[in-house]
C-alpha cells in the first residue's frame, strides 16, 4: 500500500466515491463504495509513479498526514 495521502468524498455528480491524491498531480480515482474506490487508488498511484518514471518527472516522498484539513 503506498503511503501518499488520499482524501475520499462523496460525489453527488458522480455518484461515486472520488479519492485525489494532492501530492501526485492530477491522481486520483473512484469506485461505487469506498473500499473500490481505495483499491482503484492503489492501481493509479502505481500507474502515476510508473509514468513518472517513464517521463523522468520527479517522484514526490509521501508527506504522510498534513497538519491542516
Known amino acids: 500500500m503506498h503511503?501518499?495521502?488520499s482524501i475520499i468524498y462523496?460525489?453527488?455528480i458522480d455518484n461515486k466515491f472520488i479519492i485525489e491524491v494532492?501530492?501526485?498531480s492530477g491522481c486520483m480515482a473512484?469506485?461505487?463504495t469506498a473500499e473500490e474506490a481505495?483499491?482503484?487508488v492503489e492501481i493509479v498511484i502505481s500507474e502515476w509513479i510508473e509514468t513518472a518514471k517513464e517521463i523522468g518527472r520527479e517522484i514526490p516522498q509521501p508527506k504522510g498526514r498534513?497538519?491542516?484539513a
Do not use: C, H, T, V
Open 3 to 5: 503511503k501518499y495521502e
Open 38 to 40: 481505495l483499491k482503484n
Open 30 to 32: 473512484d469506485g461505487e
Open 66 to 68: 498534513l497538519m491542516y
Open 10 to 12: 462523496w460525489s453527488d
Open 22 to 24: 494532492p501530492e501526485l
